[in-house]
């Protein structure tokens, strides 16, 4: 009796096995599924494609991106060479880029977006000039990879920043970047570092991600776009974690009930002989697992995603809880020691039930102290 209680358990384990991950399984195998060129690179999907490893019809015409060697993701623009992307808003239709080599000023001399489907969010007009190394009238912030040992390169938007740089340095270019800050607000002084904000008009795909639809052709014969349902998009954030909970719980709760019975039935008697109506076995549920109240959670460190998108932990944009991409204007919270960044719903859900970090399972290592938003 226990050897056939026992081969019906490993079918139920396996069974239930195959059922959670046959789903999973099916979908990243794909050909046009989400994909990604590091965990924690940006989501690659419609109207992007990683040109080498995905079929054209994943992609729009002009969106292919590629893995470099360190899995960065990058996009090509034509005449204007690669970009490494930090960041896709699929529902907004904008895409950050910036130099891999660490020196976007000097690309912007010669960047043309008029060959790309790509343009400014907001442009500004900026003037480079050339100073002597001596230059110190003003407090100004140089572009240090465009300088050299004997001058000293500054950047500026606005007018009175002209007239100061007019007056003792060399004006060498005029140039439109694609900067974050609105348009009206004049810089004095940068060293244009910050990420390029591109958006594109074709094709439109907000509407579907606006909807949780996917974006996708029509068919293979025209470049009409359509919007399908998307069981991955179209389930909230908070839903999925709810599934994922429950599915959990569900998982545990089998297991608690097999074994319980396993043991029922294996237990014998002195002589040998299976102990059925003489014995009840009580199925004592998992020991409570620690959690965190309300109080606890709110006084985490707490920011507010800014237009740059970057975080304290480089290339970290999407939620490891929700799979979401972070979008800017999204309240984020950190685990105090490890400093692992979450939405904060997400890693608030997650701490009412679990006081531990969802990606090293720490505890608070201290008491948190709020950041400023």
Known sequence: ????????????????????????????????SATSCHPREVSIRFPFRVANSQPKPCGYPGFDLSCDGTNQTVLELPGSG???????????????????????????????????????VLDQRFELFNCSLGYTKYQLNPIACLSGSNHTVFATSSVR????????????????????????????????????????????????????????????????????NS?????????????TMG?????????????????????????????????????????????????????FPKVVLGESRRLPNPGCNTCPICLSDYKPGDPLRSMPGCRHYFHADCIGEWLSLNATCPICRKPPERSPTVEDA
């Open 82 to 120: 690669k970009f490494t992307v930090q960041s896709i808003d699929y529902g907004t239709q904008e895409i950050w880029i910036n130099d891999p080599d660490n020196c976007l000023p000097g690309r912007l001399l010669s960047l043309d977006l008029s060959r790309s489907p790509f343009e400014g």
């Open 231 to 243: 069981p991955q998009h179209g389930i909230p954030k908070i839903a999925r974690h709810a599934i």
């Open 247 to 299: 599915a959990a719980i569900l998982a545990l709760g089998l297991v608690c009930f097999i074994f319980g019975k396993v043991k029922f039935f294996g237990r014998k008697t002195h002589d040998g002989i299976p102990e059925f109506a003489t014995t009840s076995v009580v199925v004592l549920p998992p020991a409570a697992t620690p959690r965190l109240d309300a109080s606890t959670i709110e006084s």
């Open 1 to 32: 009796m226990a050897t056939q209680i026992n081969k019906t358990t490993t079918f139920f384990i396996i069974f239930f096995s195959i059922s959670f991950s046959f789903p999973i399984s099916a979908t990243s195998t794909a050909p046009c």
């Open 161 to 228: 920043g002209i007239q100061v740089l007019s007056s003792s340095c060399e004006r060498i270019a005029t140039i439109s970047v694609p900067v974050q800050l609105p348009f009206y607000e004049e810089v004095f002084s940068s060293d244009l570092s910050n990420d390029l904000r591109l958006t594109w008009n074709k094709p439109s795909c907000g509407r579907c991600e606006t909807k949780g639809e996917q974006c996708g052709f029509k068919s293979n014969a025209s470049l009409e776009i359509i919007c399908r």
